[in-house]
């Protein structure tokens, strides 16, 4: 494939903070790469030097086609559309777009102005405007943030008719398994590049991760062996010293020579001292495995106050309806104490909405939504931009108390924040780390109802599966909005769903629902299945061949391509 687009050696830094170090890759035609890295490590640093719009400190950015044409979606929460000029200028193609995406809504001015649209239908009129500009290089910076599975599955499904390339910064795993061939990570400054979508990076991840803490436990123990042998060594090269140095005596004179015996012993360990340390030296200047850096394991820690009852919500006839727009009626259905429930519906449905209503914000037009009196409930919305600008972190949490306060910097700590941004304003801080204010703000209450608005917004993949893995012990009751597919898939094992202007209770997760609306399944897509099973059975097995193997030997060689092979096969059948 053609070379596009080639950065070479490129350096940034903000300040006295590094930020990018010796970054070297290259963007090829027709590939999708997907762009990973905790929250805060320059992912978008990275697409912004790509973009021109901010300049390196050292390196280059070299575009092969003079013309190259970039389509750019900035991560952001608020889109600036100005519909006028564009309905002028590409409303047939955007109308086209837009209902594609699933945009109920039609385009006027008044129809797309920011008080009506949604995040997710803003984010989909900025992705249908830079679709109509027909661009070489794609480079978007989380494409799906806000936006409901019939547009993940759009985008996907466009990302793979897509002729050109794509540079692509997203924290969905299930997206960017279905679109990218190739990752790259920034860590520490630095980018490390993996063959394969998430799914095969997380694996090729952890067994170099694997195979370096083998390699450096067998040279630390090296290190030891030759140290002991040192330690010994100087001991009797001391003794030895002693010995030539001492006095005359009768016994001595008896034993002539024995001076200088003792002198030739000293010089010969001292010898063998300098020998074992400079082998040592040159040993770990040319092989230096160094000591595996521990992925930050992020801790959120969730308290329930017991239970409530059986039903702690019941909705009979539930109504609700905004003058000549109805969002949904004649709605019944309950939550028990301690079910996990996924709320599922199209952008504009009225998820949101429906919360806002659970939390007496929003009135109910008919009918009736009850709640226990006793519930204790913590809500995280999908917006950042409520926090109070002005304070700190610390200062947004108000905690009194030492304990208090020591729990929530280590909470923080865990979390891959670092103690100098909790004393700065929250305006200057990311969008994932005034994510992360917000729960840590939660994390310090204490509650039996947990309504997540979208939590996985603007978190990084480490943190979404730490949070996947202790929501999972959490013992109260959740109620999830996401179109993170794998999270819910992997939380929820019951639905609310808002369709055809209802809500409606399934006592099922949402890939048995799909399934139970009659999305029938080919005989081409179950033999396609049962490969994907039996390849993924062989790359187990070879990974666990593999990681007893010394790098440099021919089977590790051989194991290691066919690896490759398999994770390429795998993806172009996925």
Same mark, same amino acid.
């Given at each position: ?414 979390? %891959?924040?670092? $103690?100098?941004?909790?004393? @700065?304003?929250?305006?200057?801080? *990311?969008?994932?780390?005034? +994510? /992360?204010? !917000? &729960? ?68 099922? %997760?949402?890939? $048995?629902?799909?399934?139970? @609306?009659?999305?029938?399944?080919? *005989?081409?897509?179950?033999? +396609? /299945?049962? !490969? &994907? ?42």
């Amino acid at each position: 494939m053609t070379v596009i687009l080639q950065v070479k050696q490129l350096n940034k830094s903000f300040g006295e903070r590094d930020i990018l170090k010796d970054i070297s890759f290259e963007i090829r035609n027709g590939e999708k790469i997907g762009l990973v890295g905790w929250n805060g490590a320059g992912k978008t640093t990275l697409m912004k030097l790509l973009m021109g719009s901010i300049q390196p400190d050292s390196g280059s950015i070299t575009k092969f086609q003079d013309s190259l044409k970039i389509g750019y979606l900035p991560q952001s929460t608020d889109y600036t559309i100005h519909t006028d000029q564009e309905m002028i200028e590409e409303a047939k193609d955007l109308l086209r777009t837009t209902s594609e995406l699933g945009l109920v809504k039609s385009i006027t001015k008044e129809g797309a102005s920011s008080d009506t649209l949604s995040g997710g239908e803003k984010l989909k009129l900025a992705l249908a405007k830079i679709w109509t500009q027909t661009p070489q290089l794609l480079c978007l910076d989380e494409p799906t943030n806000h936006m409901d599975m019939k547009g993940v599955n759009w985008l996907v499904s466009e990302l793979n008719k897509f002729a050109g390339a794509a540079i692509i910064i997203s924290h969905d795993r299930y997206f960017l398994d279905m679109t990218v061939s190739k990752i790259y990570e920034i860590e520490d400054c630095r980018l490390l590049e993996y063959e394969g979508n998430y799914t095969a990076y997380r694996q090729e991840k952890k067994r170099r991760l694997d195979q370096q803490t083998r390699d450096y436990g067998k040279q630390q123990r090296k290190i030891k062996m030759i140290e002991d042998q040192v330690a010994n060594l100087k001991q009797w090269s001391e003794k030895a010293h002693r010995e030539a140095g001492k006095r005359d005596n009768p016994g001595e004179r008896k034993q002539m020579g024995l001076k200088e015996f003792e002198r030739v012993k000293a010089k010969k360990k001292d010898n063998q001292i300098k020998s074992k340390t400079k082998r040592l030296e040159i040993e770990l200047f040319k092989h230096k495995v160094e000591k595996p850096k521990e992925e930050v394991q992020v801790k959120f820690e969730f308290e329930t106050d017991g239970k409530r009852g059986k039903r702690i919500l019941e909705a009979k006839g539930l109504t609700k309806q905004f003058d000549a727009r109805l969002l949904f009626e004649k709605s019944h259905f309950y939550v028990k104490h301690g079910e996990r429930i996924g709320l599922v519906g199209e952008n504009g449905a009225g998820k949101t909405t429906f919360i806002k209503m659970l939390l007496d914000q929003e009135a109910i037009t008919r009918g009736s939504l009850w709640k226990s009196s006793s519930l204790k409930i913590a809500y995280l919305s999908q917006e950042v931009s409520d926090l109070p600008s002005n304070k700190t972190a610390l200062e947004y949490l108000d905690l009194v108390g030492w304990e208090r306060i020591s729990k929530a910097r280590t909470i923080f700590a865990n979390m %891959g924040m670092q $103690e100098e941004k909790l004393t @700065k304003p929250l305006n200057t801080l *990311s969008l994932g780390e005034k +994510t /992360r204010v !917000k &729960l840590v703000h939660m994390i310090m209450q204490e509650y039996d109802v947990l309504i997540l608005d979208e939590p996985t917004n603007h978190l990084d993949l480490p943190s979404r599966e730490q949070m996947e893995a202790t929501l999972c012990t959490f013992n109260g009751t959740l109620i999830i909005i996401s179109h993170d597919r794998y999270f819910i898939e992997k939380l929820c094992d019951k639905l609310l769903v808002i369709e055809n202007n209802r809500i409606k209770r399934v006592e099922t %997760g949402i890939k $048995e629902y799909e399934e139970s @609306k009659g999305v029938q399944v080919s *005989s081409s897509e179950k033999e +396609t /299945r049962e !490969k &994907l099973a039996i390849l993924e059975a062989r790359i187990t097995e070879l990974l666990g061949k593999i990681s007893m193997l010394k790098r440099d030997s021919q089977e590790y060689s051989d194991i290691d391509n066919e690896l490759l092979k398999l994770m390429q096969l795998k993806k172009e059948l996925a």
